[in-house]
């Protein structure tokens, strides 16, 4: 049991948009900053988005974050086959003093 | 260019113990905070222990705190994961990752090792 919330999967077709949710409380996503990792298959997770809206260095404008309150949101525009993979929220959570992902959503393009 | 190299995994009996290594370069090893993170097969991330630029915080999962000892040592440029008492449950890929700046974000990834606790 992860202790943010996202939704197991997701999917949509080429060229189109798709939001992931995560969800978490006050002391974890309320109270910091969201980053966003993406995982290709057989591959290490790599940074997507970090401060709830930053992207790094080399990371395509087609990706965003968002957060409002205890929740946050990735955003992929213009769906690409090879944005198939698995995608993570993380944090930190203030109260318990450990770091803390979701459960992880697999993206499927159809 | 950051490289991040972990080692030192491999099989393990129920109870039996491993180290972990991360050997980094490409970066300053001692300006930043490092974290271990790990993945059971078909599973998602599991955040396991992270360690303040100097070595003075540690910070550990609930599930592994008695049992790992997350260290480093900036003269060799090296972050260390000690596993006591390993249990089936610790069976994953343990990735090690730099923390820029804040604890809980991480910008580069080493591409793992497998630790297999079986009998």
């Known amino acids: 049991q992860s202790v943010l919330t996202q939704p197991p999967s997701v999917s949509a077709a080429p060229g189109q948009k798709v939001t992931i949710s995560c969800s978490g409380s006050?002391?974890?996503?309320?109270?910091?900053?969201v980053s966003w990792y993406q995982q290709l298959p057989g591959t290490a997770p790599k940074l997507l988005i970090y401060?709830?809206?930053k992207r790094p260095s080399g990371i395509p404008d087609r990706f965003s974050g968002s957060k409002s309150g205890t929740s946050a949101t990735l955003g992929i525009t213009g769906l690409q086959t090879g944005d198939e993979a698995d995608y993570y929220c993380?944090?930190?959570?203030?109260?318990?003093?450990?770091?803390?992902f979701g459960g992880g959503t697999k993206l499927t393009v159809l | 260019e950051v490289h991040l190299l972990e080692s030192g995994g491999g099989l393990v009996q129920p109870g039996g113990s491993l180290r972990l290594s991360c050997a980094a370069s490409?970066?300053?090893?001692?300006?930043?905070?490092m974290t271990w993170v790990r993945q059971a097969p078909g599973k998602g991330l599991e955040w396991v222990s992270a360690?303040?630029?100097?070595?003075?915080?540690?910070f550990y999962a609930d599930s592994v705190k008695g049992r790992f000892t997350i260290s480093r040592d900036n003269s060799k440029n090296t972050l260390y994961l000690q596993m006591n008492s390993l249990r089936a449950e610790d069976t994953a890929v343990y990735y090690c990752?730099?923390?820029?700046?804040?604890?809980?974000?991480?910008?580069?990834w080493g591409q793992g090792t497998l630790v297999t606790v079986s009998s």
């Open positions: 990752a730099k923390s820029p700046g804040r604890l809980g974000l991480f910008d580069f």
């Open positions: 490409g970066f300053t090893f001692s300006n930043y905070a």
């Open positions: 360690i303040r630029e100097s070595g003075d915080r540690t």
């Open positions: 006050s002391s974890n996503i309320g109270n910091n900053y």
């Open positions: 401060d709830n809206n």
């Open positions: 993380g944090t930190w959570d203030s109260s318990l003093s450990v770091g803390v």
